[in-house]
């Protein structure tokens, strides 16, 4: 499997401190204490993602093919600049997929809305926790990440969970509210400058039933939030925005976990 490049705060952290000590090297730039020093804290960082893989149960076969089909693929498909926005790094993982589907088992969830599902991964490891007559509904704008996914899908004895409604999520969630659906799980990875008024939809219309989950992904985003504003691109702008948003609404309360680029886990209460 190739190796995907550093994009959330420990990667980060791990890679500058690897590129620190190697210009470092041999030269005598610093004391050995500092050195050493140095070189634990790279290790602590490049050590501890494996060391949580290890210690969380195996995924499935076919989770572990998607995530190695997704990397493989090639995102840059006819070269259009909505496909130019896909990576293989927005792979949620082994460890946050294994998060997800225990979230889901534990909430006894039956009803689960996607907003956001680029390959697949975490819409195939919640669609595992869901009862045979559970349904999750992945909205997804991208028809090229969309035609992957169903390929996808189609190896598991899950994928019939899973309904794909290809086009933008607001159109979606207008269409969602006529059905009278309610979700007992959101769990929300798209656009992060739609964050918020993703959020504040599903608020304002009772889509998500009173004690309901909320799953947010990258919260994190690379550290740009909590980074100084010269570092923080309008990705990392929204984020914060949006996190601050969260810590001010009153409806929910929330815990923001450092789990790969950040994941915060809210529960409706008001």
């Known amino acids: 499997m190739s190796k995907l490049r550093p994009v959330t705060p420990l990667s980060i952290i791990a890679s500058n401190l690897e590129k620190a ?9 610093v004391d050995t204490e500092t ?13 501890l993602e494996p060391y949580l ?47 997800l589907r225990q979230i889901v088992a534990l909430a006894n969830c039956k009803n689960i809305l996607e907003i956001g599902l680029f390959s697949g991964y ?21 028809d090229y990440a969309a035609k992957f ?14 309904e794909l409604r290809i086009g933008d999520a607001s159109e979606t969630l207008e269409t969602l509210v006529q059905e009278n659906v ?3 799980l959101v769990f929300l990875d798209a656009d992060k400058a739609g964050y918020k008024s993703y959020f504040e939809f599903l608020l304002e219309n009772k889509m998500v039933k009173q004690g309901g989950i909320f799953l947010i992904d990258n919260t994190l985003l690379q550290g740009e939030p909590y980074l100084k504003k010269d ?22 309360e929330q815990v923001l976990l450092p789990i790969r680029d950040g994941v915060t886990l809210a529960r409706l209460i008001a």
């Open 21 to 29: 000590l190697t210009r470092i090297g041999s030269k005598d730039l």
């Open 122 to 142: 975490s819409a195939l490891a919640m669609a595992q926790a869901l009862p045979e007559d559970g349904k999750l509904v992945a909205c997804e704008i991208n």
């Open 35 to 47: 050195k050493e020093l140095l070189e634990m804290a790279r290790d602590l960082a490049t050590g």
């Open 149 to 162: 996914a169903i390929n996808q899908f189609s190896k598991s004895e899950h994928g019939h969970k899973i």
């Open 182 to 184: 309610v979700f007992d």
């Open 53 to 99: 893989v290890e210690h969380t149960t195996p995924e499935e076969n076919t989770l572990r093919n998607l995530a190695e089909e997704t990397i493989k693929f090639d995102w840059r498909g006819d070269g259009s600049s909505q496909i130019n926005s896909l990576e293989p790094e927005m792979l949620s993982g082994h460890v946050e997929g294994m998060f």
């Open 231 to 252: 570092y923080r691109g309008k990705g990392g702008e929204a984020i914060r925005l949006f996190n601050e948003y969260l810590s001010k609404e009153t409806r929910i």
